[in-house]
């Protein structure tokens, strides 16, 4: 398959550097700035340096990566709330030049997800979208392989950031202040955590489960969301008193979709450590399933999106 | 009729699949002064050993049920749960605000109050450092099948009263 591959940051890179090892090629790689293309196949190592050196990956204008040859187009800008744009553009863009989309950027499923299937629906292209939850946990061909229908709840840690602050709040009790500064210092929490520790993080890969499980109709709007600001360690103690710990989990069900910091026994599968994520599907003919693994990270996440690349061929 | 005082009880038995195992097993309650309110034989459904689970509701004095128990088991009948009260869940939430300043005790009258919930532990701390926040875990009892109801009832007061509930996973109690 070639390949264009829109954004440059972790996922963006990882795709572009591992896509050779899937047999695919890359025609062209753009961030916000600049665009490399050619049909031959890109220098990733060389565009990847330029980017690191000189900040751009290339010469040409970033909108030129769209107009390339390719067969599938990597979406991996980062996500935006809202109308999703621009990455719900260049969605439209490829579906309607009839290509493949894949999606790193969760905000197009998110927020505009009806609107993707109906140019989905007109379009010879598909749309896939398995990076967008918990990264390489493969979540949503796992809803696919059992029939959404048969699906009657999904619910997961979905953040790494918060869980990683949870997790340390309750291992060492301190302040959730001093871990989110220390969380920064590794870098498992960005600079402006408010996507990750108020729960809109989680709340977006609840409307797109929420949307694949109950076909469409979800936006960040439809998710009851409250993130874990208010949870002091005293709480995680006197949970802990109790053989509980507390956890911020995304759910799905007939009534609904939420995000919320909620109790959950110690040695429950959903009580997964530091930035570790969790997938738990309830199904009507073969009870609970629970995946876990990592949510995050450049070669994590690609390796969903190549998944996702394979599915189409 | 039942005496004052007397308090309802569910017993979960477990019986192996012979016949008069059920009388055998309900002869100890009615022997303690037990009365029985109602029996339910799940004759369809077996548990992974091969037994049949049998929920027994009875009425007793305060006293007599923990000497109920020990004659079943000494009439070698499996007692799988004897709830001393005549709630068959318990649910765990942890509040955290102003506890204090937004009435603690009125918090927990009226979730008495509604009639499905009763607190059966609360455990109290303060919060190091922060003025007037403090967390509490709350342990109620609820009535079969009403946990979500009293959920709602909790998050209703706590709304009103500003505080932050974290609460269970319903059917992961």
Known sequence: MRLAILGAGDVGRS?????????????????????????????????????????????????????????????????????????????????EADRHVVLANKGPVAERYDDVRALERDSDGEVRFEATVAGAIPALSTIDGVGPERVTAARGVLNGTANFILTRMAAEGPSYEHVLAEAQDLGVAEADPTFDVEGTDAALKCAILANVIHGGGYALEDVDVEGITNVPPSALELAAEDGRTVRLIGEVTADGARVGPRLVPENDALAVSGTMNIVQLETKHAGRLNISGRGAGGPETATAVLADVRRLD | MSETGDRAHTLRLELVDEPGELLRALEPIA???????????????????????????????????EQIVAALRDAGVAVIAADAERYGEAITVLLVGDLVDT??????????????????????????????????????AVQSGSAAQTLETVRSIATEKDLSVVEPLVGEL
């Not at chain 1, 591992?18 to 961030?31: M, N």
């Not at chain 2, 049998?54 to 009425?59: G, K, T």
């Open chain 1, 15 to 95: 795709v572009a550097e591992l896509a050779g090892e899937y047999g695919h090629s890359v025609v062209a790689l753009a961030d916000s700035t600049s665009a490399v293309v050619d049909e031959s196949g890109v220098d990733v190592a060389a565009a990847l340096e330029r980017k690191n050196e000189a900040g751009t990956v290339g010469d040409a204008a970033p909108e030129d990566a769209l107009n390339a040859d390719y067969d599938v187009l990597v979406e991996a800008t980062p996500t935006t709330l809202g109308d999703a744009e621009p990455g719900f553009g260049h969605v439209r863009a490829a579906l």
């Open chain 2, 31 to 65: 022997n303690n002064g037990g009365n029985l309110l109602s029996i339910f034989h799940e004759r369809g459904s077996l548990t992974p050993r091969g037994h049949i689970p049998v929920e027994v509701d009875l009425e007793c004095a305060p006293h007599r049920f």
């Open chain 2, 103 to 140: 009435d603690l005790s009125d918090t927990l009258s009226r979730l008495e109050a509604c009639s499905s919930a009763s607190v059966a532990d609360l455990s109290l701390t303060d919060e190091e450092g922060t003025e007037g926040i403090s967390s509490a875990r709350l342990r109620l």
